[in-house]
Nanobody, 126 residues
């Protein structure tokens, strides 16, 4: 059974930083990608960033480019999301997810991800 466990959420002031971690267990992923999504209460979950398991391909949602950085440890089935220059608009529950999809367009889509973590709350105060 595949499990994804996130950690690192919390509360930070505007302009601050947080680092999220996600560890996958129960399966060895040799293709596809790991992604981060976020969801504000009452709104749809949105794509934030993704990285291929080989680490060679990275994607970012436009609003986080230059502020967030995704990285991974393929051998440890682990992925990180370094979030800098946080603003209150980044407040959300952040979810880690895994997909076996290889096409770029699919890796940006929530419905391409078959494995999800429980989510971790990130709150940015002004």
């Amino acid at each position: 059974q595949v499990q994804l466990v996130e950690s690192g959420g919390g509360m930070v002031q505007s302009g601050g930083s947080l680092r999220l971690s996600c560890t996958a267990s129960g399966r060895t992923f040799s293709s596809g990608a790991m992604g981060w999504f976020r969801q504000v209460s009452g709104k749809e979950r949105e794509f934030v960033a993704a990285i291929s398991w080989t680490g060679g391909t990275i994607y970012y949602e436009d609003s986080v480019k230059g502020r967030f950085s995704i990285s991974g440890e393929n051998g440890n089935n682990r992925v990180y999301l370094q979030m800098n220059s946080l603003t209150p608009e980044d407040t959300a529950v952040y979810y880690c997810a895994a997909t076996t999809a290889n096409a770029r367009t699919r890796r940006l889509r929530e419905d391409s991800y078959g494995y999800w973590g429980q989510g971790t709350q990130v709150t940015v105060s002004s």
